[in-house]
């Protein structure tokens, strides 16, 4: 099972329906992007438009550079890209977790053990979705 989300800078939970960059090519300026911007990332890297590549990695670290977090959940685990360790990312973050765990109109997340992968331009976090709702999923690693 996959199911993915961007969180916005706000706290609003936005689904994504297939993959990320394609909802950021989709809606650039939601994410305060242009598409000549899109293409001249893609350019660069001699990449088609919406190849899942280096360009896609560059956009999306733009975007959550800007405050957006990146998060899909995968098989056997969470992962989260995020744009910081500072308090206000970790408020959004427990917020989302509490939100999964008690179910949304988007999805419930029936394993409080589900393993979290944080990624941060800090480092990573490896905690579980319950432990981050719980505030209590601070083991850096």
């Known amino acids: 099972m996959s199911i993915a989300f961007f969180l916005s800078p706000e706290g609003h939970l936005v689904r994504v329906p297939s993959n990320h960059i394609s909802m950021v090519i989709a809606e650039p300026e939601r994410f305060e992007l242009t598409i000549e911007e899109i293409r001249a990332a893609y350019e660069k890297h001699g990449e088609r438009i ?58 419930k997340e029936a394993h409080r053990e589900m393993f ?23 083991s850096e690693e």
């Open 50 to 107: 919406g190849v899942e590549g280096e360009a896609r990695n560059e956009l999306i670290l733009k975007v959550v550079s800007q405050g957006w977090i990146r998060i899909r959940r995968y098989e056997n685990y969470w992962s989260v890209t995020a744009p910081s360790l500072e308090p206000s990312v970790w408020d959004r973050l427990q917020n989302w977790a509490g939100k999964m765990l008690s179910g949304t109109n988007y999805f």
């Open 116 to 138: 979290l992968k944080i990624s941060t331009p800090e480092g990573e976090i490896h905690s579980t979705i319950g432990d981050l709702a719980d505030g209590t999923c601070f």
